[in-house]
């Protein structure tokens, strides 16, 4: 049985892992930030309220302009003789009073929106300076993340590659050991020798398991510990 082989596939299937683990890890972290999602709300918000605000002032406006016309029309006729009787003309000098009433309202409705609106605008400048900032400096680290996707997935798609060429080159019988402990031993199936260790649980190892390991032809030894074979270069 090729261990040295095994050991290679072992380092593959683990660079594959890690590949695979840090996609993920930066398709996460390519969904737009809550901070930004926040800042575009904000500022729709705001220009909704301005345009708001702007109809407010609009209309107050128009009923001012409306009611300036009618006190006008009511005062001409006043002033004109053309009502005599004293009840009309009480009822007409009552009605001018309360236009002019009912004008300085609608005047203070559309000062008050006006007053509004710019404060809304300067409010607005300030949020979409931010946005813009945060798009920018977002745009930017998506680049960077995107990039390093695209790297990623090109060297998966290197090793998946050796791993094919590998695997072609082993035989049925270790690939089989191999899949089975990778299952059950948290998808190690193979640790290297180091300092006389297992270096997958860190164990110490017998001299004479590492002195076996270095010198089986093919015959796969197991680390006392943790049961997985055991790869001494």
């Known amino acids: 049985m090729d261990i040295a082989g ?46 708001r605000l702007h109809a407010r002032q609009i209309d107050a406006e128009l ?52 007053q509004q609106r710019e404060a809304h605008q300067r409010q607005l400048a300030d949020q979409e300076a931010t946005l813009a900032h945060l798009e920018n400096t977002w745009s930017a680290q998506k680049a960077t993340l995107e990039e390093e996707e695209t790297k990623y997935k090109r060297f998966y798609a290197q090793l998946k590659q050796q791993r094919q060429r590998l695997s072609e080159r082993l035989s049925a019988d270790a690939l089989s050991l191999y899949a089975q402990l990778v299952e059950r031993k948290a998808g190690v199936a193979v640790a290297a020798v180091q300092n006389g ?22 015959t796969p030894v197991f680390c006392p510990s943790c049961g997985r074979i055991l790869f001494a270069a």
Do not use: F, W
């Open 6 to 51: 095994l050991y290679e596939l072992q380092k593959i299937d683990l660079n594959m892992d890690k590949a695979r683990r840090r996609v993920a890890q930066i398709r996460r972290k390519l969904e737009e930030p809550e901070e930004l999602k926040q800042a575009r709300a904000a500022v729709a918000t705001l220009r909704s309220e301005l345009e």
């Open 63 to 114: 009923n001012s302009r409306q009611l300036a016309e009618r006190i006008q029309e009511s005062e001409r006729r006043l002033m004109s003789g053309e009502v005599r009787n004293a009840r009309e003309l009480e009822a007409l000098q009552s009605s001018i009073e309360s236009m002019k009433r009912q004008r300085a309202q609608v005047e203070e409705v559309a000062i008050e929106s006006m």
């Open 197 to 218: 260790a297992c270096s997958a649980c860190n164990m110490a190892l017998p001299t004479g398991v590492v002195s076996h390991a270095r010198t089986a032809a093919g």
